[in-house]
């Protein structure tokens, strides 16, 4: 056998003994957003928190390249096999309100994590009721929509730490929130184990016409009706990036089964059968063209599942 095998077989076996399920040459494309992808060559599905960490502890020893994954809506996946572990979080999503206070799982849902809170007539989470992640991909990448983010909500995020196996907490600045970014993007040794957001006390139909209306303008706006990740690209400064790609004409541009959107040229959808190279062939093109007609330079927001750049 050789050794990355053994390895992943030694990983089975211990993960069989901890009663953590797990799939092998898992296919990736029901577990992401664009329904794009080949397949993992381990998947792990830990239940709770415990199950996380132990997860992440025998996958850290077994010495295999890994990947933590939420709900794959800012993901594009290989086509081919990825020679490492998935874990997946979906699985984790213990939530205690108390108070203003929500206490809760990386693996919850952001609209269900919305729904809760106005559910106890709490403030501020309105925006993210439809952003289809986790809490955790949500911190990690500050996740926000009509004017809110994550970072005016989360008080303190907990972690789990490859380097030395241990949990620890972030409060406040120390989690270098930024536009789409926070501490957990730059350093890739820290897992997100939940986190403990502040909201204010509301009034629950008021927040639930929040609600409503965002819903309204997403669906009025966006593509919701194709398998998509999302925005592509983040914005320039002093730019809209769907405004820009849209005015150097390419909108219903496609390679293969990818194409730019013809509702919101921000994203790309997948119109049947798009792969991965698809994806990456039409973002070189769309960055070809913006940059040759406007000069502007458009950054990804899409990632890898190895965290590779695109
Ligand atoms: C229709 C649609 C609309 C969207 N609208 C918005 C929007 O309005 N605003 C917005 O910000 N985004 C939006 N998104 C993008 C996406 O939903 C968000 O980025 C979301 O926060 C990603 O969460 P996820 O759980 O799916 O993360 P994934 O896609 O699973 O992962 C994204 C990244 O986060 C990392 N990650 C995930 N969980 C953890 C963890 N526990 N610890 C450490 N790293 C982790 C992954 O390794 C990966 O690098 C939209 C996507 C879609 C499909």
């Not at 830990?46 to 025998?58: A, K």
Request: glycine share 14%; hydrophobic share 40%; with cysteine.
């Amino acid at each position: 056998m050789i050794p990355e095998v053994e390895r992943m077989t030694d990983l089975c076996v211990r993960l069989e003994r901890d009663g953590i399920a797990y799939e092998e040459h898992c296919p990736l494309s029901p577990r992401g957003s664009f329904r794009i992808g080949g397949t993992a060559a381990l998947a792990v599905f830990p239940q709770s928190r415990e199950q996380l960490i132990r997860s992440l502890l025998l996958t850290r020893d077994a010495g295999c390249p890994y990947a933590v994954v939420g709900k794959g809506s800012n993901l594009l996946y290989p086509d081919g096999e990825y020679a490492g572990i998935v874990i997946f979080t979906g699985g984790v999503r213990e939530l205690r309100v108390c108070g203003t206070g929500i206490t809760a799982s990386a693996g919850l849902s952001l609209p269900a994590l919305a729904l809760r809170a106005r559910d106890a007539a709490l403030t501020g989470l309105e925006f993210a009721a439809g952003i289809p992640g986790t809490l955790g991909g949500a911190v990690f990448m500050n996740a926000g929509a009509f004017g809110g983010c994550m970072e005016q909500v989360v008080l303190r995020s907990e972690f789990w730490d490859a380097r030395d196996g241990c949990c620890g907490c972030l409060e406040g600045g120390a989690q270098e929130f930024s536009v789409r970014s926070s501490i957990y993007m730059r350093e890739a040794r820290y897992t997100i184990l939940g986190a403990v957001l502040e909201l204010r006390e509301g009034n629950r139909e008021e927040i639930g016409s929040r609600m409503e209306d965002y819903r309204r303008r997403r669906s009025a706006t966006q593509p919701l009706g194709l398998p998509n990740a999302g925005s592509i690209f983040r914005h320039p400064p002093g730019h809209f990036a769907g405004r820009l790609i849209e005015d150097c004409g390419l909108k219903g541009v496609c390679v293969g089964g990818a194409a730019v959107s013809e509702k919101h040229a921000g994203f790309i959808v997948n119109r049947g059968g798009a792969t991965a190279h698809d994806v990456l062939a039409l973002i070189d093109l769309i960055r070809e063209r913006v940059l040759r007609q406007t000069g502007i330079a458009l950054e990804c927001e899409l990632r890898r599942l190895d965290g590779r750049p695109i």
